[in-house]
């Protein structure tokens, strides 16, 4: 009589195909879910016993097809965490936050409300996303890092807006409103979600600010294989773009816009009160005096003169793509520079914001800061990135050239059979492609035209 074949079928943890995705399902309703998609280890340990003691029996029972079951009965399981929507999506479903040990905080099935969301400021919004961005925090759809968020696309943004529960791309718009291009501010969401097929590119990411003033590439923050990552991307995103909706998280303050008012934030703390009754807020578009900037100096006014000075050209000033609240050399470099594209000079372009240059940011007037690497250098002693204009076939640029030199510099330099010089050409395409490989990147992200981040490793 044949000998049976046994297998043993894991599905891989991160696999949205619809094999995986159903064999992970399975596995749900037997209560023996893997152990690295969430399930007890004595599920594990148990099924794969009853797979050798069955292997024992066929070995020493003659080629015979009886099976020798395990001599200790397995233990019940402890049902690992379903996702609470379609589980065939890019990401986990909606479920509670998970502590050290691996099991929900909370009642399954009982996620965050829209209604009460945590009011958050900007400033800490992209901290947060900084943190699993510095922390290299692998991507998973079933795992759930230290702070009991799900390692994907949409755990990010959850994580990120401290909604304290996993969301995914089905739900994290009922946390927010839709918005539009021209309202994007650090701390919104990009979000593309197919109903009718959710495997099919459904995404998230945290929109960190634009990269220069043509608004064709911004920086997002992102969830994504192989670990959290910060990149400049081109607007909404590199595969369906015009998927990609923007969306602003409903617990944070108003954006600082021109003729839109800020509207104090009320603590996440316990006994936080709010603003007395009748209390004024700040008009944005008001210059708020020279004292408000300067070393030493922290306040929400600091941080509207970096955003604003962005969109106007200052992001190579400003190496993690956002503005802060502390008055920093990035921001007199990026000021001086802006008022120097005005035409002025001496005092009159000191790096210190006054009424005029004020003015000029708020009412988006005047000339924007110029794309290149003439200008003031950036912090650290980096070479300003002199904007992605350049780096496109027919330019001609002094930065094109400095750019062979420091990828020849940098042993990248093998397509060159002349030069580099001032001409873009397919030779330093090519080379910086094979640079940006070997920094790890795939697909759009090595395509030979130079970002901020590939300028900033080139140069450091």
């Known amino acids: ?101 691996g099991g929900p905080v909370g009642k399954p099935g009982a996620p965050a409300q829209p209604g009460a969301v945590r009011r958050i400021d900007r400033a800490t919004i992209i901290n947060r996303a900084k943190l699993w961005l510095e922390a290299e925090v692998p991507y998973s759809m079933s795992e759930y890092w230290t702070d009991g968020y799900r390692q994907d696309c949409s755990g990010y943004v959850s994580m990120v807006w401290n909604l304290g529960s996993n969301e995914w791309t089905g739900s994290l718009d009922k946390f927010a409103t839709k918005i539009t291009k021209d309202e994007l501010l650090p701390g919104d969401m990009l979000l593309f979600h197919n109903p009718a097929d959710p495997n099919n590119g459904s995404h998230v990411v945290i929109f960190g600010g634009w990269v220069d003033s043509t608004h064709t590439h911004y920086i997002a923050y992102e969830q994504t294989r192989p670990n959290t990552r910060k990149l400049a991307t081109p607007y909404g995103y590199w595969s369906n773009p015009t998927k990609y909706v923007p969306y602003r998280f409903n617990g944070v303050p108003a954006g600082i816009l021109p003729d839109t008012p800020v509207v104090p934030v009320v603590p996440d703390t316990p006994g936080a009160q709010p603003p007395p009754a009748g209390s004024k807020p700040v008009d944005a578009t008001v210059f708020p005096g020279a004292d408000k900037f300067g070393p030493g100096k922290t306040n929400d006014h600091v941080a509207q003169l970096g955003r604003m000075l962005i969109e106007r050209g200052a992001y190579r000033f400003y190496p993690k793509g956002v503005a802060d ?133 080139l140069f450091a």
Not at 1 to 14: C, H, K, L, R, T
Not at 325 to 348: E, M, P, V, Y
Not at 367 to 375: D, F, M, R, S, Y
């Open 1 to 101: 009589m044949p000998m049976p074949g046994f297998e043993e079928y894991e599905p891989a943890g991160d696999c949205a195909c619809r094999g995986c995705a159903q064999r992970r399902r399975a596995l749900a309703r037997a209560r023996a879910i893997p152990l690295r998609d969430g399930g007890h280890p004595a599920a594990r340990g148990a099924r794969r016993a009853l797979v050798l003691a069955t292997a024992a029996g066929v070995v020493l029972g003659g080629g015979t097809t009886t099976a020798v079951a395990a001599a200790t009965p397995a233990p019940t399981p402890t049902p690992g965490p379903v996702a609470l929507d379609d589980p065939s999506s890019p990401q986990g479903g909606r479920t509670p936050l998970h502590g050290p040990k």
């Open 325 to 457: 609240r502390t008055w920093s050399d990035h921001d007199k470099l990026a000021t001086a520079a802006f008022q120097r594209a005005q035409g002025w000079t001496g005092a009159d372009a000191d790096g210190i914001p006054g009424t005029h240059t004020w003015k000029l940011l708020v009412e988006k007037q005047g000339k924007n800061i110029p794309p290149t690497v003439g200008a003031a250098p950036g912090p650290g002693g980096v070479r300003a990135y002199p904007g992605a204009v350049v780096f496109r076939p027919g330019q001609s640029h002094e930065a094109v050239r400095a750019l062979g030199r420091q990828l020849v510099k940098k042993g990248f330099g093998k397509y060159y059979t002349s030069g580099p010089d001032l001409r873009w050409s397919e030779a330093d395409r090519r080379n910086v492609e094979a640079f940006q490989r070997a920094q790890g990147w795939t697909g759009a992200s090595a395509n030979g035209y130079p970002g901020p981040e590939t300028w900033r490793r």
